[in-house]
T-cell receptor
Framework: SQQGEEDPQALSIQEGENATMNCSYK?????LQWYRQNSGRGLVHLIL?????REKHSGRLRVTLDTSKKSSSLLITASRAADTASYFC??????????FGRGTSLIVHP | ETGVTQTPRHLVMGMTNKKSLKCEQH?????MYWYKQSAKKPLELMFV???????ENNSVPSRFSPECPNSSHLFLHLHTLQPEDSALYLC??????????????FGPGTRLTVL
């Protein structure tokens, strides 16, 4: 399955620290996306990275993609309490329909 | 506010009831999706509509019946549900096709409880 699996399942850090989440998948992809979900709400798109890209930035977010290792990472720098949420990676193959993982639950303590 | 609205936000129903979930998008997208989100499980894709035609149906029980009357509206009709169907049901929309156009915009979800 091309479904991504996030690691770790849960992450707890102090405000100001960096948070790193990883996503691994099994089959080739066209793109990989990261989403964020606040408790009990809908998902919000963060970044899309294509299979021919290696790194993308958006504000305090940095996403890397290593297609040889079939993995991606999401780095949140200088985390804030408001970054507390669940983060999901979604992989898309030939159909371009994203398939989501179970997510990483991030808690940032003030 | 993502431009995707869902109603109702909360729904409690008995196993013999019939109800419908509604989703509306104001983004000019041509693809719409239903997802089921249960605790401790990956987000489960249920149905995909592209240009008002169903393009994906992931082995969803027939007690869930989708309807897409136009590119802006999507319904999920529910009947004779089971308690294990209790979950957060999320609607999303996107432009269909590949490249940079498949970023999905999600609604806030309907929290469904089946008694």
């Amino acid at each position: 399955s091309q479904q991504g699996e996030e690691d770790p399942q849960a992450l707890s850090i102090q405000e100001g620290e960096n948070a790193t989440m990883n996503c691994s998948y099994k089959t080739s992809i066209n793109n990989l996306q990261w989403y964020r979900q606040n408790s009990g709400r809908g998902l919000v798109h963060l970044i899309l990275i294509r299979s021919n890209e290696r790194e993308k930035h958006s504000g305090r977010l940095r996403v890397t993609l290593d297609t040889s290792k079939k993995s991606s990472s999401l780095l949140i720098t200088a985390s804030r309490a408001a970054d507390t949420a669940s983060y999901f990676c979604a992989t898309a193959g030939g159909s371009y329909i994203p398939t989501f993982g179970r997510g990483t639950s991030l808690i940032v303590h003030p | 506010e993502t431009g995707v609205t869902q109603t109702p936000r909360h729904l409690v129903m008995g196993m013999t009831n019939k109800k419908s979930l509604k989703c509306e998008q104001h983004l000019g997208h041509n693809a719409m999706y239903w997802y089921k989100q249960s605790a401790k499980k990956p987000l489960e894709l249920m149905f995909v509509y592209s240009l008002e035609e169903r393009v994906e149906n992931n082995s969803v029980p027939s007690r869930f019946s989708p309807e897409c009357p136009n590119s802006s509206h999507l319904f999920l009709h529910l009947h004779t549900l089971q308690p294990e169907d209790s979950a957060l049901y999320l609607c999303a929309s996107s432009r269909s096709g590949g490249g940079s156009y498949n970023e999905q915009f999600f609604g806030p979800g309907t929290r469904l409880t089946v008694l």
